[in-house]
């Protein structure tokens, strides 16, 4: 008997056989056929033609974690390599609220005012956990989004910080191929991001607030050391004397540190992003950076130094997820801080056990 409710014994008792449910997977979605990846080739002749669709897919492969994904990514990369490096890099930091978006969208009109393309990139150290991430955003960036000469990709969002930098890294350089000649790279101003962030751009400007009286203690003085400009936002209606009192008070911060390494002393601005005042004079401020470590050759300098950075970072980087990927090692792993919990072993023979594992098995050689 399908349902032994219905027997004769359960008096008033009565189960109907259900309904069938229609599959959750659409029957007929297979039929639908995915589009094959184009060749290396393919994606960079549309990259170098500027086609957005081909550059998309490409920033997809880059955040793809399949090997075959980032083996086609490489290749890619590889040789949009020549035709990159001719932009402004700059990034953009803020805390939560700051008005990042809302500034983004203001500055890149007045930057797409006078020509060429923008791409607005971003880090966001926090889209791993939430899993959708914040920052880069279309609904953010209103008239941006629907520019055409405007590409606004979000973080990428899987994997460690390195990870996702470096990826982020990786789309510089195909945007640059695809004729982007401004790129703006957003973070959160709230951890480590910036760093990375730093690591990557010609010219890191740091958006503030005014108005709490401890403007300088929220932020990390690590940060303010960073930036390359420091600029007051919502200068404007009532927020005015109050911004203008966070500028002479970031001015005489600033004066305390040592100076930076190429020569360009960081200028300290307030704007209104919403009410778009002060926008040309922050991007004024931009120019003059760029003339300035231009002629002093910092700006090459510069440059080379993060390419060789972001070669060790790529290394330290695949090496940890070569590690702990491995399930040989996760297992050895687990074992070795069981030892150490137990306090059947110290902590760096524990460590050391698992290295020459590591080591033993990929090189031949141990510590
Ligand atoms: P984000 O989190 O840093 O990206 O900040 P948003 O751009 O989303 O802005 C946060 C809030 O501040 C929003 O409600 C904006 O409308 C507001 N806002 C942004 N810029 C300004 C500005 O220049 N003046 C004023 N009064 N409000 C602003």
Not at 152 to 175: D, F, H, N, Q, Y
Not at 291 to 308: D, I, L, P, S, T
């Amino acid at each position: 008997m399908q349902h032994p409710e219905n027997d004769d014994k359960y008096i008033g008792l009565t189960v109907n056989s259900g309904v069938s449910q229609p599959p959750s997977v659409n029957p007929y979605i297979s039929r639908q056929r995915r589009k094959p990846i184009p060749t290396a080739g393919e994606m960079v002749e549309g990259i170098l033609r500027g086609d957005v669709t081909m550059l998309s897919r490409a920033v997809t492969l880059v955040e793809s974690l399949s090997p075959s994904h980032q083996a086609l990514a490489q290749e890619v990369i590889e040789k949009c390599l020549p035709h990159s490096g001719r932009s402004r890099r700059i990034g953009i930091t803020g805390v939560p609220g700051a008005g990042k978006s809302t500034s983004i969208d203001a500055f890149g009109l007045h930057v797409l005012k006078s020509g060429g393309k923008l791409a607005v990139l971003a880090i966001d150290p926090s889209s791993e956990r939430t899993k959708g991430s914040i920052l880069g955003d279309k609904t953010r960036m209103e008239r941006l989004a629907v520019h055409p000469s405007a590409f606004i990709r979000p973080s990428p969002s899987a994997g460690s910080l390195g990870g996702v930098a470096r990826k982020t890294r990786e789309t510089i350089v195909l945007c640059e191929a695809a004729g982007y000649d401004n790129i703006f790279v957003e973070t959160v101003g709230v951890g480590q991001s910036e760093t990375a962030v730093h690591s990557m751009v010609d010219f890191f400007l740091l958006i503030q607030l005014a108005g709490t009286g401890d403007e300088l203690q929220g932020i990390k003085r690590g940060i303010m050391e960073m930036a390359d400009g420091i600029v007051i936002n919502k200068a404007d209606g009532d927020n005015l004397d109050r911004a203008r009192l966070a500028q002479a008070q970031f001015r005489s911060a600033l004066m305390l540190f040592p100076p930076a390494e190429s020569g360009w002393k960081p200028e300290v601005l307030t704007y209104s992003g919403y009410y778009e005042l002060g926008i040309a004079e922050v991007w004024d401020m931009i120019d003059r950076y760029f003339e300035f470590v231009h002629q002093n050759g910092y700006f090459e300098a510069k440059r080379a130094r993060q390419a060789r950075y972001w070669m060790y970072e790529t290394i330290d980087e695949q090496l940890r997820a070569n590690f702990y990927n491995n399930p040989e090692i996760e297992t050895l792993l687990a074992e070795g801080e069981q030892m150490v919990l137990a306090n059947r072993r110290t902590s760096f023979a524990a460590a050391r056990d698992v290295l020459n594992h590591y080591f033993n098995r990929n090189t031949g050689n141990t510590l």
